[in-house]
C-alpha cells in the first residue's frame, strides 16, 4: 500500500502547488510510482505547474460522481513514466467533494501507487479537510512571515483533529517546508529566519526553498522546477526534500549561510 501526503498550508500562494508538482516529479524521478490529485475543486492549477492542462479530459469530480473511471482520469507525465496527474475539476465547486468518494478514490490510488500527493487548497474550508483526511503524512508549505506562519500554526491543529489517524488516537508526521526563504531579508529583518519558524511551529523540517525566479520560469513553461532545470537551487532543495521523505538521512543547508541543520529535530525519523 502507498502512502498518502498532503502538501497544505493556512495561506494562499505560498508554493503549494509548486511544491506538489516539485515533490512529485522529484520522486517519480527515484522511479517511485507517484501521483499528485489536485484538490482545488474550482481553480485547478495543477495541471498547468505540470503541463498537462489539454490533456485533461476527465477529472477527480467526475471520478467521485461516477461519471468516469479512475484510470480514464489519470493522466500519465510524458516526460516521467512513473509520475500521473488526477486534475481537479474547473467547473465544478467544492460541494460536489463528499467524504465517501475521496475515501474511495485515494483507498484505490494506495494500492496502485508507491506516493499519493494531495494538493490541498489553501485554508480550512471542506476542501482541505478532505485532502488531509486520509493523509499519513503532512507537508506544511510556509512562508517566513508571521501571517504566514501563524495560519500554518492553524493546519497543525486541524491535522491534530481532522484526520483519520487522529480519530483513531494516532500522531500524523508532520513536515515543514520553507518556502520562497531570502537570507538577505532575513538578515534585515524583512521576514522570519529559520529558528524563528521552526521555534513558533515546532515541526521536523523538510527543506529550504530558496527565493528563486527559476520556479516562476518553470511553472510559465508548465514543468516541476525539479525537472525544468535539476542544477537550480530550488530544485536542488526539492529533491532533497524527496530523498528525506523516503527516509534518507540529508543534512539540510541554509541558503546564505555555511552552517547545515542536522539533528532529531530535523530528520522525518524523529517526526
Known sequence: MGKVIVV??????????????????????????????????GLRNLDLVMGAERRVVYDLINVIQGDAKLPQALIRDKRLEALYLLPAS?????????????????????????WVICDSPAGIERGATLAMRHADIAVIVTNPEVSSVRDSDRIIGLLDAKTVKAERGECIEKHLLLTRYDPNRAERGDMLKVDDVLEILSIPLLG??????????????????????????????????????????VQIAVPGEKRGLFGKIFGRRAA
Open 8 to 41: 497544505t498550508s493556512g495561506k494562499g500562494g505560498v508554493g503549494k502547488t509548486t511544491s506538489a508538482a516539485a515533490l512529485g516529479a522529484a520522486l517519480a524521478q527515484r522511479n517511485e510510482k507517484t501521483v499528485v490529485v489536485d484538490f482545488d475543486v
Open 90 to 114: 474547473q467547473t465544478r465547486d467544492k460541494d460536489n467533494l463528499t467524504a465517501r468518494g475521496v475515501e474511495a478514490v485515494v483507498g484505490a490510488l494506495k494500492k496502485s501507487f508507491d
Open 208 to 249: 529550504i526553498i530558496p527565493e528563486s525566479m527559476d520556479v516562476l520560469r518553470a511553472s510559465n513553461i508548465g514543468s516541476p522546477v525539479t525537472l525544468a532545470d535539476s542544477r537550480s537551487a530550488p530544485a536542488q532543495a526539492y529533491l532533497q526534500a524527496a530523498r528525506r521523505l523516503t527516509g534518507e538521512s
